[in-house]
């Protein structure tokens, strides 16, 4: 007889789908084809014992287990719950009486399922191929809450009964679901950075890349954090793709939780290694983890020139390819940068005492390529120090609450202006593509006039200026119109001041 069980292997945090066929003849042998790695040579054993533990045989015919695609390396103990049921149901042992049965999970010699690194990713692979069941151990339960096709075993006995009556087995006790602690909002206590706030209100809205430049203890990196607060949650989709990084990286310690987004801050000392993925075996970097969130790069201009250039083609494509001899990887990485440097080495504490050479040295380092790719570029201001004298009054401040309520209005303008020009409405206005970038628009004459003063007067490059046409975009919707004017523009230069 024969039997076909799904499950995954994983390279990094993709989960590659494998198929293992049983067939069980006459004879005694146990063969396992396309699976040479000791940990799943041992499996035999730990099956043996475990039906032993639960008052049943390993059956008295010649199985053999062949894995698919052929070629790969098989490895782990997650196969053990996948291959026991398939041989259990090639000796017709258990009845088959499901299609598309996806499982993984360690066996114990005891007969308990064991938890391993994947579930989630398991689960997303599984309900993407259409699984009619898919099973694993109960600890995973945590990590991916009841789903249509889950079934979550604790033991062998509880997977063999399933198959004998379709029902789920009851846990035994409820896990926790693991929730990140609530924090307190970080926007309300940033004060006197009003303009930055806005900046950032238009970084949510738009998802371009920003850049925050100013002195150091002025409150970059909370700005960064608080922006965090703002950006919209994950879909479900988004969510569930965020899980399985997480979930394959055996990293779901610092999983976000599945109503957030990632925001990940490495060290200036990244290596490029560990910031874009690589390595032996290959690994996925921050830049994965950071997926479907925020990436933040304090003290750009510490970080490795190498670590700063493996970034541009993931900032572009939004996935990162690792090459390995014979064929490449690819890991998901559509992250929104936003990075915070000094302005100039001294970083200036009151009066900068750098030379003209040094500062232009300085900044070359984050020139070129990335800062292109740019489309907010925030100058912050240390207010109490530059006007000593003035009494500190309350500006009037753009609360958490307020920005969102004009962040979901903003959202509403864009869809129907994306949605008036036959163009999709979910779609960021960062990731317009140049091609529709004049319909998508609606600018006024005035507008581009403004526009193509500005870039002459300022020389700037052609993507600046289409960052800011992008922006301009962003501020408009945040007012509220349609049609995109001369002063959208003049705002969005405001938030655009590239250092000299
Ligand atoms: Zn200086």
Known sequence: MLSEIHSIALEGPVALPVRIDVSSTSGLRFTLVGASEPTLRECQKRIRAALLAIGMRWPGRQITAAFSPADRRYEGASFDLPLALGVLLASGKIPSRFQKIWAMGEIQLNGQVAQTRGSAAFVYAAQKANAE???????????????????????LR????????????????EQAPLAPDPKPFLWDSIKGQEAAKWSLLYAALGGPHT????PPGIGKSLLAKSLGELIS???PTQSAEILAIYSAMGRLDEWPGKQRRPFRAPHPSISATALVGGGHPIQPGEISLAHQGILFLDEWAEISSSALEALRKPLEEGEIRIGRAGRGLSFPARFQLIAATNACPCGPS??????????????????GPLMDRMGIIVQLENKRRSQPHTVEEPEASLSLSQAKILLRNAQGIKEKRHASVGYDRSVQNSDVPLSRLLDVLLATPEALEVMDRASRKRNLSHRSVHQLFRLARTVADVEGKLKMSGHHVVKALNHFQQPM
Not at 140 to 148: I, N, V
Not at 352 to 357: A, K, L, N, Q
């Open 158 to 173: 509880q997977a063999v009964d399933f198959f004998h009556t379709g029902v789920k087995p009851k846990p035994s006790l």
């Open 133 to 155: 069941v898919i099973l694993l151990p109960h600890k995973a339960s945590a990590e991916w809450e009841s789903t249509e096709g889950v079934v979550f075993v604790e033991n």
């Open 233 to 235: 949650s994950p879909t």
């Open 211 to 214: 850049l925050l430049v100013g």
């Open 350 to 367: 009151s009066i900068c005492h750098c030379s003209r050479s040094q500062i232009e040295r300085y900044r070359r380092r984050f020139s």
